[in-house]
């Protein structure tokens, strides 16, 4: 760092870049995950089968440091944008770094959703009624876009071998289930009628979306994992990603169903409700089955070395999802069982957002997250990941095999 630089730096602070513009020029949509992942843990507690004194208090804390970041991360996307344009448009043509385009739809939606369940409680429930509208409006667009544009530039523009299937190729597609699962809120707050019925039908509409696309992607992520093995131990936090869709899916196919009698009559509302135990009970089985198998692979991967990234907000939101799901999925059923599992989960999800939150934030101080990409190994496609070198901390995923092929050729 140049000593101009240091002069206008505190010590320590951005220590690894060349300059503190850097952060700006390598910032990338990834960085939103953090924003999921912090909204989540408010928002989840506010359906908990739990009172605890001060949770309501929490939540609004935790909603507010989200709703800061996102303003924050917003901003420094605009600047980016603004002044390295170049770099902000690679990201769409990146194999990898493309996908998370999913992630400020998600972030969107993430606060909105916290601003009626919590922030109602600080600005009114008319404001919050609005400000959730807004971003649930903003997300649900930006989300249809990313589930479209990007799996179309992964058919026609990215090169990708039968080993490239990670978790991150749902990052794209799992926003219009956010979609269902927070605009279910909305219904009742929309005047009886068209309007009311349209974005019941719009909601189920965006989970068929997401539901279907999401059956096809972690069928070929566990091919993959089954042919090809787990890969490069950067990679493995994306098997969380996984949970995403079955946690949101849950909880949309239940918040949907406790407000389809709003707009529908009988018995499509008798069926919509039903709709959330039969598609819910057996998806939440399945889910509880993936996050025994993606926790056993990321212990396995700890033991040798698991470099931290921004790949790590995968240990939140998907993990929120779930909570959520089974919350809703106890509260309809009136399970103790499922209550029980819903706090349980809530509290690996708080465990893991402190220790996933304060690793990002040493990154960002020392500005290790801002780096580029790592440069490509050549024998990438030999060396077994778990003899592969330890990689550095950076904001950027590590590159699957067939992804560092593409970027030596480019």
Known sequence: MSSRTARRLPAGLLRELDHPADLFRNFGPNWFASVMGTGIVANAATGLPLHAPGLRTAAAVVWASAALLLVVLSSVWVVQWARYRQAARSHARHPVMSHFWGAPAMALMTVGAGTLEVGRDWIGLSAAVHVHAVLWTAGTLLGLVTSVWIPFKAMTGHRVAEDSAFGGWLMPVVPPMVSAATGAALIPHVAPGEGR???????????????????????????????????????????????????????????????????????????????????????????????????????????????????????????????????????????TALAASAVALYLLLVAAWLIVAMRTLRGALHGTLFLPPPAPARDARTTPADKAPAARESGFVLLTPIHRHDQQKT
Not at 247 to 271: E, F, I, K
Not at 290 to 311: D, G, K, N, V, Y
């Open 197 to 335: 019925l349209t974005l019941l039908l719009a909601c189920y509409a965006m989970f068929g979306i997401s539901m279907f696309a999401g059956i096809v992607i972690i069928t070929q992520v566990w091919s993959r994992l089954v042919h090809h093995k787990v890969g490069p131990a950067a990679m493995v936090p994306t098997l969380w990603i996984v949970l995403g869709p079955l946690g949101q899916s849950v909880t949309a196919a239940n918040l949907l169903g406790s407000a389809a009698h709003l707009a529908l009559p009988r018995p499509q509302s008798t069926g919509a409700e039903l709709f959330g135990f039969l598609y819910g009970v057996p998806t939440w089985g399945f889910a509880m089955m993936w996050l025994a198998l993606a926790a056993s692979i990321t212990l396995r991967t700890a033991r040798r070395h698991l470099p931290f990234s921004l790949t790590w907000w995968s240990f939140t939101f998907p993990v929120g999802t779930c909570v959520t799901g089974t919350s809703a999925l106890a509260a309809s059923l009136h399970s």
